[in-house]
């Protein structure tokens, strides 16, 4: 089974912390609080494959994140400007 993740947001509430970094990958006790989520996925033993779904302006920093993950794969939708 494959595991899609929607990271897409701006975060905006936690300025200045995520105004240039994505919430999902902010540090909690040493770890991405997307570790954490993915970890606690995978002790299922039912998904394969994660899929997770950002936003343009943040795409580098996820696909740096999971280069060496082989089983997450990262998309990032079109940039939209901001409200």
Same mark, same amino acid.
């Given at each position: 089974?494959?595991?899609?993740?929607?990271?897409?947001?701006?975060?905006?509430?936690?300025?200045?912390?995520?105004?240039?970094?994505?919430?999902?990958?902010?540090? +909690?006790?040493?770890?991405?609080?997307? #570790?954490?989520?993915?970890? /606690? &996925?995978? =002790?299922?033993?039912?998904?394969?494959?994660?899929?997770?779904?950002?936003?343009?302006?943040?795409?580098? +920093?996820?696909?740096?994140?999971?280069? #060496?993950?082989?089983?997450? /794969? &990262?998309? =990032?939708?079109?940039?939209?400007?901001?409200?």
């Amino acid at each position: 089974m494959k595991c899609l993740i929607l990271a897409a947001g701006y975060a905006t509430r936690l300025y200045p912390l995520t105004e240039n970094y994505p919430k999902p990958l902010l540090k +909690i006790k040493g770890k991405a609080i997307l #570790d954490w989520l993915i970890e /606690d &996925i995978r =002790s299922s033993g039912k998904v394969e494959r994660f899929m997770v779904v950002t936003n343009h302006r943040f795409a580098e +920093i996820f696909q740096e994140w999971a280069k #060496d993950r082989y089983d997450i /794969d &990262i998309h =990032s939708l079109p940039i939209r400007p901001l409200l």
